[in-house]
């Protein structure tokens, strides 16, 4: 059975917070070991929101 959408997303941005990457690896693998079944929900979140960072970043401007 599959968890709340929102409960998952507020666990991944909690996780994706965490500013020290062993302490950050460490909870991704602790997290897809207890969820294996939303493994590909997270993926497919990292990945839009990744996305979604790129499109927000301007491209600097040209005319200098």
Known sequence: M???EQVVEAELMEISSI???LL????IVAWCAAYPDEVPFALHFFRERSRAKRTDVPQGDSAV
């Open 19 to 21: 500013q020290d990457d």
């Open 24 to 27: 950050k690896l460490e909870r």
């Open 2 to 4: 599959r968890r709340d």
